[in-house]
Antibody, heavy 117, light 110 residues
Framework: EVRLVESGGGLEQPGGSLRLSCAAA????????MNWVRQAPGKGLEWISH????????FYADSVRGRFTISRDNAKNTLFLEMTRLTDDDTAIYYC??????????WGQGTTVIVSS | IVVTQSPLSLPVTPGEPASISCRSS???????????LDWYVQKPGQSPQLLIY???NRASGVPDRFSGSGSGTDFTLKISRVEAADVGVYYC????????FGQGTKVEIK
């Protein structure tokens, strides 16, 4: 079964850092662009970052640019999100999603990040 | 690019049609001829799932009760006959410049 599995979430203090991972299984990871999308408690979906298949192109939402860094290791079929200078507003479920020729067609189950003192 | 959905809440009767509107602050038509507008649904307790891509193409496994239409800045998702299993929050998303989701439309059974 094609799937994405996120990990690395947890409780972190304001100003701290976390590194999320997203492991791809049962499909060839390297040709696909990937995204991170988050959902704050009781809120809608917020796209936060995109990376192309070869890592040549990366985009960020204004809310995280300069604090978060997206990367990938195609040899290990894994996507990453390095999060620094965390604030309460970063509390959310973080999803990784595969981007096919059109649309994000495979999503993980999400990992929860809580920023609190 | 700002994406605006309406309505934000949509009570529906099973068997009846339903429609959600999505408007973008600028045209989503790329020079390559594709329109970068997708539709997703997030059912209760689940991760989001892709319904429609490039404005009108149903994703794999999506019932033909779902259809997407529109062009430029105005788009519509239609459900021809709503079923109880369609309950959830529906989002449109532009993918022309970065990615931006609409606020979401909560579909619930009357």
């Amino acid at each position: 079964e094609v799937r994405l599995v996120e990990s690395g979430g947890g409780l972190e203090q304001p100003g701290g850092s976390l590194r999320l991972s997203c492991a791809a299984a049962e499909f060839n990871f390297s040709p696909y662009s990937m995204n991170w999308v988050r959902q704050a408690p009781g809120k809608g979906l917020e796209w936060i970052s995109h990376i192309s298949s070869s890592s040549s192109t990366m985009f960020y939402a204004d809310s995280v640019r300069g604090r978060f860094t997206i990367s990938r290791d195609n040899a290990k079929n894994t996507l990453f999100l390095e999060m620094t200078r965390l604030t309460d507003d970063d509390t959310a479920i973080y999803y990784c999603a595969r981007e096919a020729g059109g649309g994000m067609d495979v999503w993980g189950q999400g990992t929860t990040v809580i920023v609190s003192s | 690019i700002v994406v605006t959905q309406s309505p934000l809440s949509l009570p529906v009767t099973p068997g009846e049609p339903a429609s959600i509107s999505c408007r973008s602050s600028q045209s989503l038509l790329h020079s390559n001829g594709y329109t970068y507008l997708d539709w997703y649904v997030q059912k209760p307790g689940q991760s989001p799932q892709l319904l429609i891509y490039f404005g009108s193409n149903r994703a794999s496994g999506v019932p033909d009760r779902f259809s997407g239409s529109g062009s430029g800045t105005d788009f519509t998702l239609k459900i021809s006959r709503v079923e109880a299993a369609d309950v959830g929050v529906y989002y449109c998303m532009q993918a022309l410049e970065g990615r931006t989701f609409g606020q979401g439309t909560k579909v619930e059974i009357k």
